[in-house]
């Protein structure tokens, strides 16, 4: 399986911009630029498109498990907060932290904690990024 997206930048780096576009048309043109990326500025930036990215393939990962052990979560709300950071002479993504709040009729703590974490390091999302991937799972009743 094979899915697509593309980017198109336009002018140099501070001063410039330009569109993420995905073959699903989720994205279509969607703005992105140094000011969103390194200032408060619109559009969206490439960190915020992986944390969406992890965000939801770990929560499909840990629906999944959950199924897998006899569960069915009535919801898992997940985000995740990816670090950008200045390394040596340029940039890179450090870290996603993922949290993870979930209604799981019958589940034990025990039995969440021990399936979101198969979760966390089994979405390939998580196994693509070269990154520390941290998490707070929280079971609500």
């Known amino acids: 399986m094979i899915k697509k997206a593309s980017a198109v930048w336009r002018g140099s780096f501070k001063e410039g911009g330009g569109t993420i576009s995905t073959e699903t048309g989720a994205l279509s043109n969607a703005g992105y630029g140094s ?5 408060s500025g619109p559009g969206t930036n490439p960190e915020e498109l ?5 965000a939801g393939c770990f929560s499909m990962a840990l629906s999944l498990m959950l199924g897998e052990a006899g569960l069915t979560p009535d919801e898992i709300d997940t985000q995740a907060a990816v670090t950008l950071e200045k390394v040596g002479d340029g940039f890179a993504i450090t ?3 993922l949290t993870v709040v979930a209604k799981i009729p019958g589940a034990s703590q025990e039995k969440f904690d021990e399936i979101a974490n198969l979760a966390k ?3 390939p999302v998580s196994k693509l990024l070269n990154a ?3 998490m707070d799972a929280t079971l609500k009743a």
């Open 132 to 134: 520390k991937i941290t």
């Open 121 to 123: 390091a089994g979405c």
């Open 95 to 97: 870290s996603s932290h």
């Open 35 to 39: 000011k969103g990326r390194f200032e």
């Open 50 to 54: 992986i944390g969406a990215a992890h």
